[in-house]
C-alpha cells in the first residue's frame, strides 16, 4: 500500500518514515504511557475538541474511512485545520480511493495510505478540476472571489 | 436565468472528461462494476432492472426551449424516443447504453446541462417552485438562492459521502408548491416585522419509511448567511447521522432522535464558530447571480384580453382547459400554463421527444422562452401572454398535452415501480392508468375537485404516498401485489402525513377504493371543500367505513 504525500503541490510516493502511533483513547486514559507517540489515530466518532489543546504535541494526525462511502472523516479534518489549528500532516486511512483524493486534499489531508495501486492515476485525478465553487481548508480560491477578482481587473 | 461563465462551463466539462475516464475503466475491466456503482451514481447513472437510467438535472426545474431540444434529442438518439419527468423536477432516460453515457453528458454540456448530484449520498439538485419568477404570492425569484446553493453544493469536498442523500427545497411564496415540509431542509423565504425577507428554516422532513413533517429550527434567518447555516446544518448530520442502518440514516432520524430543540442548539453552536469565516458570499456575487433572474422583458399589458374572453366564451373545451391549467401571473396581461403530462391513460411524467420539440417552439414563441418542471410531473410555460393562450392551447391539444386535469384525480404522481425499478415491490404505473381511466370523464374531474392522488410501489415512497390526500403504496405478500390506502397526506402548507385506512387491496379493488372514497366524499362535503378539507373535518373512520363496509 503506497503512501502518497505532497511535494509542493504534486501527490508523490513517500518514505514512509518511522512513527509512533497511539489511539486517542488510549492516549487520554493515560499520556504517560504514550509520551513517545508522534502519531494520533481519532476515529470517526471521536470528539476531536476535548483534546484540541494537545494536539500541537502529534506530528501526525490520522482519520479513518473505514469505507470511501463514510465521510466523517472529511468534517473531521477541516475541524483540525480551521478550527483547531493543526498544522502537521493529517493522514488518510482505510479505503482511501483515487477518485476520493481530491475531496480530501481540498478538507485538508495531506498523507494518504492509497488503497490502490496505479499511484500516476492518483496523482492525475488531483488534476481533474481546475476550479471549486466553495471555500475548504486548502485555501484554494473560491469560484466567487475569482469572479470578483476578474470584475475589479476589468 | 442563470447562464454559465467559463467557470461553470469547465467545470462541467471536466466533470464529462472525469466520467469519460471512469466510464473507460470500467469497459476495459480495470474497475469493477462494484467499484464503478459509486463513480456512476455521482453521475445520476443508474441500473434498473432491464437497462442503466440516467438522471439528468433540471436545476430547480428551469429550462429554457434550447435545453428542452438537446432533451429531446437525448431521447431519440441515444433512448427510446421519450423521457420521464421526476418529482425532483428532473428528467431520467431509461434505456442508454453505457458506452452512450459520456456522449450523452458531452451532448448536455453544450446546454449547460449536467447529471452532476442527482444520485449519491451528497446533496441533490435543489429543487424549487414551479412558478418561480412568475408568481403573484412570492416576494421574490426563490431561484437566485436555488442557484447560490447549487454552486456551493456542487463537489463540495466535505458533504460527497454524507449518511445517506440529502435534499433541499426553496419556496418564496406562501403557497408551498415546493414542499418544503418533506425535505431534508426546507427554506422558506418569508418576511420579518421589520419588512426584511429572510428564510424559515425547516430540517427533518421526509418521507421514504419513516415520513416526517420537517421541524423549523429556525424562523429566519438573514438571507446573506444562507450558505454558512446550511454548511453548519450539514457538518452536524455529516458528523452525527447514523451509519450503522442504511434506514435510519437519513437527517430526520437524527433531527427526531435529538429533538429539534437540541439538534437546532447543535447547529447553532456549529454556527457560531463558522459564521464569519468566507463560507457566505459576496454581495457582489449574489447580485451577479440576482442579475440572471431578473424578470423578463414584459409587455405593458391590459389584465384583460378580449381576445381571450371572445374564444372563452365561444368554446367551451377551451374554457375548461383555462380553469384548469392556467393561473394567475404576477405581471397584468400574462398567464402561467400548465402542460399536463397525465393524458387520460398515460404515463404520468412521460413525455415523448416530439412532445419536447412542440413544448420548446411553444416556449421559445410564447413564453419568453422559458420551461418549467414540477415535482408533480408536469411542465409549465411560466410567462405566456393572454392573448396568446388560445393559439398555445391548440398547439398542446394537438401533441395530446392539454389534458385539463392539473390538480384534479387523474393528475396522479406515480412512481417508476416494478416497470423499472430494483427497489420496488409492486407496480405503480398500471394503477395509475387504471384509476386515471375510471375518472376519465373530465367534467366528471372537475367537479370532484383538487384531489392529489400518489402512488408508490414500495415503502421507499419515491411516489410521495405519504403526503397525497389518498396515498397507495404497493406491498409484496407472498409474491402478490397489494396496495394500500393512506388518507389525508398533503405535501403543501398544509404538510401532513396520510394515514393508513386498513388492510391491502388488491390492484382492481384499489381502484374501485379510489372510487368509493370519492363518492363518499362529495355526499359528504360541505360548501367548496375539497376532498383533504372534508377527511380533516370528519376524520378518518366515515372514510374506513365507506372503504370497507360494503366489501
Redesign the interface.
Known sequence: MPLLKFSGSELAPALEEPIQEVALDDWRDNPQAHAEATALIASNDARLEDVAGDLSGFSVIILEFPTFKDGRAYSQARLLRERFGFAGEIRARGEVLRDQIMFMARCGFTAFEFAGEDTIGATAALAEFTFAYQTAADRIEPVWRRRLDRAAAA | MYRY?E??A??VA??V??FRG?VARRLSGELSEE?FK??RLMNGLYLQLHAYMLRVAVPYGTLSSRQMRKLAHVARKYDKGYGHFTTRQNIQYNWPALVDVPDILDDLAEVEMHAIQTSG?CIRNVTSDQYAGAAADEIEDPRIWCEVIR??S?????????PRKFKIAVTAADNDRAAVRVHDIGLRLHKNDAGEAGFEVIVGGGLGRTPYIGHTIREFLPKKHL?SYLEAVL?VY??EGR?DNLYKARIKILVNAEGATKFADLVEAEWA??RK???D??S??IE?IRAYFAAPAFEKRPEESAALEEKRKADPVFARWLRMSTVQHKTPGYAIVNVSLKPIGGIPGDISDVQMEAVADLAEEYSLDEIRATHEQNLVLPHVKKDDLYAVWKALEAQELATPNIGLVSDIIACPGLDYCTLANTRSIPIAQRISERFADLGGQEEIGELKIKISGCINACGHHHVGHIGILGVDKKGEEFYQITLGGSGAEDASIGEIVGRGLSSGDAVDAVEKLVHFYRGNRQDNERFLDTYRRLGADPFKEALYAAA
Open positions: 461563465d467557470f461553470d469547465t467545470l471536466e466533470r472528461s472525469q471512469q467499484e459509486p463513480l449520498n454552486q456551493w456542487t463537489f463540495h469536498p466535505e458533504f460527497t459521502f454524507l450558505l457538518r455529516n458528523l451509519r464558530a463558522i469565516s468566507e463560507i458570499l459576496p457582489e456575487e451577479r
